[in-house]
Nanobody, 129 residues
Framework: QLQFVESGGGLVQPGGSLRLSCAAS????????IGWFRQAPGKEREGVSC???????NYADSVKGRFTISRDNVMNTVNLQMNSLKPEDTAVYYC???????????????????????WGQGTQVTVSS
């Protein structure tokens, strides 16, 4: 059974850091473009960062210089290191993937959520003092 399991969310003060992880089971991430997305209450889901199967990356302007996406193909995980967190980063964070044969990187590099077709269940991140 294909599954993504996210972890690492929680409550953190402004300026703090969190590391989110997404463990894939039932499939290998080697041939997938991957991404992190978030959805705040009352807002649409948005792309935070995405990475091609060849490790090209893209970031939303709002997180550039603060967040770093990475993958570990040995552990079959996708990670998001989040530093200098702000209250406006508060949201449910999701990892997602799309196979390279479904969409080429130029199609999904904008991190548009509707380009990704396999999703985790989400993890809550709250930035508050």
């Amino acid at each position: 059974q294909l599954q993504f399991v996210e972890s690492g969310g929680g409550l953190v003060q402004p300026g703090g850091s969190l590391r989110l992880s997404c463990a894939a089971s039932g499939f290998s991430l080697d041939y997938y473009h991957i991404g992190w997305f978030r959805q705040a209450p009352g807002k649409e889901r948005e792309g935070v960062s995405c990475m091609s199967s060849g490790d090209s990356t893209n970031y939303a302007d709002s997180v550039k210089g603060r967040f770093t996406i990475s993958r570990d193909n040995v552990m079959n995980t996708v990670n998001l290191q989040m530093n200098s967190l702000k209250p406006e980063d508060t949201a449910v964070y999701y990892c997602a993937a799309v196979h390279v044969t479904v969409s080429a990187w130029p199609v999904v590099s904008s991190c548009a959520p509707n380009r990704y077709d396999f999703w985790g269940q989400g993890t809550q991140v709250t930035v508050s003092s």
